[in-house]
């Protein structure tokens, strides 16, 4: 079963537009969410995180809201770029090092100029 | 300085054959990591070491995958024998202090006919 799950696999947004991406998981020890960026053919990277004992997350343009009692987060991509195309992972550890994280299956978000 | 790097990019395999792949990660990082890559799973854990020990492996993963660390700048990834379900992009990241970031190298992308 996928402890870490993301609801759609695909998004297409319009230029200017925000893409909202979904997240949930089950097990209620995960306390660290990084959001992976991937572009094809490369490996994914960082793009930012939250620790469950924040709500919201702001870098820029992307935010992290965070609901530890419904477990469940989103990326927020606002004023969505074309070079925003990419895939995006879900992701959750128990803490912040020492343990792997567990990752979801992926959104692929396609922005249309 | 020098990300991971993952050797080699592309491998094709008949099935039944030996595959290794090979991983250097970041400089002074402690902990690595290998994961597979596909679309339905997304990314799957196959195995974590810190400090060359082996913290986790993914269970599904333990008869024909092996993950060994030669040193703390060289890791393989064995598996034996190869089946087309193993076909997949195999990820090898890397981690310091406890920052809980990965870093990734570009993948190795396995074929097995």
């Known amino acids: 079963q996928q402890q870490v799950r993301q609801s759609s696999q695909s998004l297409t947004v319009w230029e200017g537009e925000t893409a909202i991406l979904n997240c949930s998981y089950e097990?209620?020890?995960?306390?660290?969410f990084p959001w992976y960026q991937q572009f094809p053919g490369e490996g994914p990277a960082l793009l930012i995180a939250i620790r469950s004992v924040s709500d919201k997350k702001e870098d820029g343009r992307f935010t992290i809201f965070f609901n530890k009692r419904e477990k469940n987060l989103s990326l927020h991509i606002k004023d969505s770029q074309p070079g925003d195309s990419a895939t995006y992972f879900c992701?959750?550890?128990?803490?912040?090092?020492?343990?792997?994280?567990?990752f979801g299956t992926g959104t692929t978000v396609s922005v249309s100029p | 300085d020098a990300g991971v790097t993952q050797t080699p990019r592309h491998e094709v395999a008949e099935k039944g054959q030996t595959i290794i792949l090979k991983c250097e990660p970041v400089?002074?990082?402690?902990?690595l990591f290998w994961y597979r890559q596909t679309k339905i799973q997304g990314l799957e854990l196959l195995s974590y070491?810190?400090?060359?020990?082996?913290?986790?492996d993914g269970g599904a993963f333990k008869d024909r995958f092996k993950a060994e660390m030669l040193n703390s700048s060289f890791s393989t990834l064995k598996i034996q024998p190869t089946e087309p379900k193993d076909s997949a992009v195999y990820l090898c990241?890397?981690?310091?202090?406890?920052?809980?970031?990965?870093?990734f190298g570009e993948g190795s992308k396995l074929t097995v006919l």
């Open positions: 990241a890397s981690s310091g202090g406890n920052t809980g970031q990965l870093y």
């Open positions: 097990n209620s020890a995960f306390d660290y």
């Open positions: 992701a959750a550890s128990p803490y912040q090092g020492g343990r792997a994280l567990i």
């Open positions: 400089s002074g990082h402690n902990d």
């Open positions: 070491f810190r400090s060359k020990s082996l913290m986790e």
